[in-house]
């Protein structure tokens, strides 16, 4: 069937399609509906169904002739090891581990944070909770002690599962003082802390509250999958905001099953045995989905790459990868491949590999740059596809279906809707607008299988964030436009939200810890354009009056202050200080304005503007930190 066939089936009768597709997971009790939409607008999948992740994902493929095959291959370069589990192998440390889990207090519906490296420890922590109905909460290795704080205070875990160290390339991230300090800082403190020590970097246990991994897991026993509702949740995965204050993604188990398997076959075109390989971090929603769920559920071979494309220690290091492992299909965030390019822009390197394994490249985290795919094309030979979505969602809202057919590509463009998805571009008083009109994109309500359902504990605020401002949608917070072939452009973030080099952050979030400073009264941060990273953020200060204090002294410890407070991961590194920010004249701060006057994009003096001759302030500022000019 072509994709506008299988698009007009889901359309014609969407029940029938998820019912069809939920054929593929094994329930131990079959639901009662597929949708629920009795408490509209929060809606539910498959209720009254019962099932367990870590069985579809491990269990029943050990059972049904995968015993031996290659589950998740774990390839770091930048420890020099590669360590291979088959399903058999990787279902018994998960099963052992999910013991020392409930033997540390765990029980269905208990919380649990894991706050690891890329090891394959992380993936069976994973998946170790979910084994036993316990709701884990990843939180990415980049992100500091407040953070961290902040998570766990929500989440209010019974234990967090976290290792002695992290690796980057020039150093070692001691991952215990920030979990120690993360505690510290907390009210809801956990019971216990499973550290998995690393011989990189160990680092010292806390008795009675830390348990060290190798010992709990000799003496470990192994426990069995726990069927859950399907509307159960399997996990819940922070995110930024507006604010400081992350949200709660929560993802239930039955949807999360049945989209995964179905995007994975027939979005990315992978089939069972596969080698799939998400180029990412299980801190990010790209890791939860692609490189542990995803995978395992349909019975591929899911690569953990702990590295980076370049520097560890080449720009081959994903060829490499490739090559040993037969990887099918590659996905990673095109930051990733103008890092490539930047060190390699012959491609020179690809050639020393053999990638005949490779049938396509998904890009996805940002928009995609025409230069970046054109150039991904050219060099590999295959399809190279942009798609977009976001941690809300969990799968792809837009691309090109490969495992139904290749649409044609449109450079610029992240592809057509998948099933499940009623895709309209609206102006602000909720009309559609035209083709090639730019507006505020929005999902029609009810959102597909593998959705989020809502906020973690805020019903509330999951309606008035994402369902309040037009009513039947699901505001993306994504502007773009539709084109008269129905492809979907994406231009922009409609909020504080930027991407730096594929990662999620909140500049709202970034202006709360730089007005913590003394000095500062008034801040703005803004997400310039990169020529690597996409977006980088730069802050403008300004100071209280009579502060006299060196100025560049003080952005330099604003910069430490986002480093020790949000992570390195935010890559925050220039500020400087001006005299006022350009404002409306009922006070808010023009932050577009600036943006456009520091990457150099067309801009009119907002009519609105308090004083127009700011501008060329904001222009020399900018120019400071090697943004604007002529
Ligand atoms: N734990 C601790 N620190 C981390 C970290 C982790 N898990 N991940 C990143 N950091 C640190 C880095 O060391 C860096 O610190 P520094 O300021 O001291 O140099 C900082 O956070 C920024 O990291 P990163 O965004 O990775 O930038 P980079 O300059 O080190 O590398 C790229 C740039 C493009 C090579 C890198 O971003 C990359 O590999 N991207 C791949 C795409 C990707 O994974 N996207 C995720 C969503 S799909
Ligand atoms: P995250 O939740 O980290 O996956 O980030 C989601 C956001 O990243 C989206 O709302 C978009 O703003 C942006 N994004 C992700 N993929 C794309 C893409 N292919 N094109 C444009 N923007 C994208």
Redesign the pocket.
């Known amino acids: 069937m072509s994709y506008k066939q299988i698009y007009s089936a889901w359309q014609n009768d969407p029940t029938q399609f998820w019912a069809e597709a939920a054929a593929a997971i094994d329930w131990t009790k079959k639901w009662d509906s597929v949708l629920d939409d009795s408490n509209a607008p929060i809606y539910r999948w498959f209720t009254g169904g019962e099932t367990n992740t870590c069985y579809n994902a491990l269990d029943r493929h050990v059972e049904n002739g995968r015993a031996d095959q290659h589950a998740l291959i774990y390839d770091s370069p930048i420890t020099g090891q590669v360590k291979q589990y088959t399903y058999r192998e990787l279902r018994d440390e998960v099963a052992k581990l999910a013991g020392v889990i409930r033997a540390m207090g765990v029980e269905k519906g208990d919380r649990v944070i894991i706050y690891m490296?890329?090891v394959p420890e992380a993936a069976m922590a994973m998946l170790a909770c979910a084994r036993i109905g316990a709701i884990h909460s990843v939180v990415?290795?980049?992100f500091a002690s407040k953070e961290l704080a902040t998570r766990i205070d929500d989440a209010k875990p019974k234990a967090i599962i976290s290792a002695s160290c992290?690796i980057?390339?020039?150093?070692i991230?001691s991952y215990k003082p920030l979990l120690d300090q993360a505690i510290e800082l907390s009210d809801a403190k956990p019971e216990k802390c499973l550290i998995l020590q690393r011989p990189q970097q160990t680092c010292d246990l806390i008795a009675g509250r830390d348990i060290d991994w190798e010992t709990a897991m000799q003496r470990a026993q192994p426990v069995d999958c726990v069927p859950v509702a399907a509307t159960d949740p399997l996990y819940i995965l922070y995110t930024s905001g507006t604010t400081g204050q992350p949200k709660g993604v929560v993802r239930d188990t039955g949807g999360h099953l049945v989209a995964l398997n179905w995007s994975l076959a027939n979005f990315y075109g992978v089939k069972p045995g596969d080698v799939y390989w998400?180029?990412?971090?299980v801190?990010?929603v790209?890791g939860h989905s692609y490189i542990v769920y995803a995978p395992l559920i349909l019975g591929c071979t899911t690569i953990l790459f702990e590295g980076?494309?370049?520097?560890t220690p080449d720009a081959a290091a994903y060829w490499r990868v490739i090559e040993n492992h037969g990887v099918n299909v590659l996905f990673?965030?095109p930051?990733?491949f103008?890092?490539i390019k930047r060190e390699d822009p012959r491609g020179e390197l690809i050639g020393n590999h053999d990638l005949s394994s490779l049938n396509a490249l998904f890009l996805?985290?940002e928009r995609c740059d025409p230069d970046t795919l054109n150039w991904a094309t050219d060099k590999l030979g295959i399809p190279v596809i942009d798609h977009w979505w976001q941690t809300e969602t969990g799968w792809p809202i837009c691309g090109n279906p490969l495992g139904i057919e290749q649409v044609p590509i449109k450079v610029g463009s992240a592809g057509v809707p998948m099933p499940g998805y009623d895709v309209q571009v609206l102006d602000p008083v909720g009309n559609q607008v035209a083709e090639n009109v730019i507006g505020a994109v929005v999902l029609k309500l009810p959102l597909p299988p593998g959705t989020l359902p809502t906020l973690w504990q805020r019903d509330d605020l999951y309606i008035q964030k994402y369902l309040s401002h037009y009513e039947g949608y699901y505001s993306t917070a994504d502007a773009g436009f539709k084109d008269g072939d129905g492809y979907l452009h994406i231009m922009a973030r409609t909020d504080d939200i930027i991407n730096?080099?594929?990662?999620r952050l909140s500049t709202g979030g970034m202006e709360e810890v730089l007005a913590r400073h003394p000095d500062v009264a008034e801040c703005a941060v803004i997400g310039v354009k990169d020529a690597?990273?996409g977006e980088v953020p730069i802050g403008l200060l300004v100071l209280n009056a009579g502060v006299t204090r060196d100025s560049a002294e003080i952005a330099a410890e604003v910069i430490q202050m986002v480093?020790d407070q949000i992570?390195?991961?935010a890559?925050f590194?220039q500020a400087t200080v001006v005299n006022r920010l350009p404002k409306t004249r009922s006070g808010k701060i023009l932050r577009g304005t600036i943006k456009r006057i520091a990457d150099q994009t067309p801009y009119k003096t907002p009519a609105t503007i308090d004083d127009p001759a700011i501008l060329d302030e904001m222009k020399a500022a900018v120019e400071t930190l090697g943004y604007g000019g002529e």
């Open positions: 490296p890329m990415f290795g980049g992290g980057e390339p020039a150093r991230i998400a180029a990412s971090d801190g990010w790209v980076k494309p370049v520097g990673t965030a930051t990733a103008r890092a996805a985290g730096v080099a594929g990662h690597l990273k480093r992570g390195p991961v890559a590194k």
